[in-house]
């Protein structure tokens, strides 16, 4: 039952990668996700989030789930479990209804970068951010002010393969300005 004032469902897309395939499949969960999340699935399965994504622009969230026991999971068992096959970025969920604007700040080329980003959801330490096709961000501090009305920073490093290799002029390319705090 929710309580009188609490945000509408949190819309995400459930990923599971078995035999070198994607399955998805959109929930909606009751508030917004966390790695170490249950989700119940059916009436005796239960997956857990490993990660949560979030698409900047627009705010769609990916959670890469596994399953509560360890089990590799066959793709007979994910269609049972109303996942579908899928590309890169199929199927699409809406954004939350809640979002949050926070301060990114990261580093290239010496120096420091920052974007103002809409998150549907508090950012966390570990939540990653797509920047683009190629560019995923993981946030690994979260600073917050001492009131409501501060502005919320994510400290984050560009995560994946060739994140130790992003420039000044590729964080400008995604909508980085240098920060020079």
């Known amino acids: 039952m929710r309580s009188q004032g609490q945000a509408g469902p949190f819309g995400v897309r459930l990923v599971i990668e078995t035999d070198g395939k994607k399955w998805a499949r959109v929930a909606d969960l009751p508030f917004a996700p966390f790695p170490g999340m249950g989700i119940r699935v059916d009436a005796y399965e239960v997956l857990n989030v490993v990660t949560v994504v979030v698409d900047e622009p627009g705010g769609a969230v990916t959670c890469l789930v596994v399953d509560d026991e360890g089990r590799s999971l066959t793709a007979e068992k994910c269609a049972s479990l109303g996942f579908v096959a899928c590309g890169p970025s199929d199927p699409t969920v809406a954004p939350a209804a809640s979002p949050v604007r926070v ?70 390319a995604l909508g980085f300005e240098e920060d020079c705090r």
């Open 103 to 172: 301060s990114v700040i990261t580093f290239a080329d010496s120096r420091q970068w920052s974007k103002v980003c809409t998150l549907p959801f508090s950012p966390f330490d570990g939540l990653r951010v797509r920047m683009n096709e190629e560019r995923v961000l993981k946030i690994f501090t979260t600073v917050v002010g001492d009131n409501h009305t501060s502005e919320v920073e994510c400290f984050a490093g560009f995560d994946g393969e060739g994140a130790d290799t992003v420039t000044g002029d590729e964080c400008e």
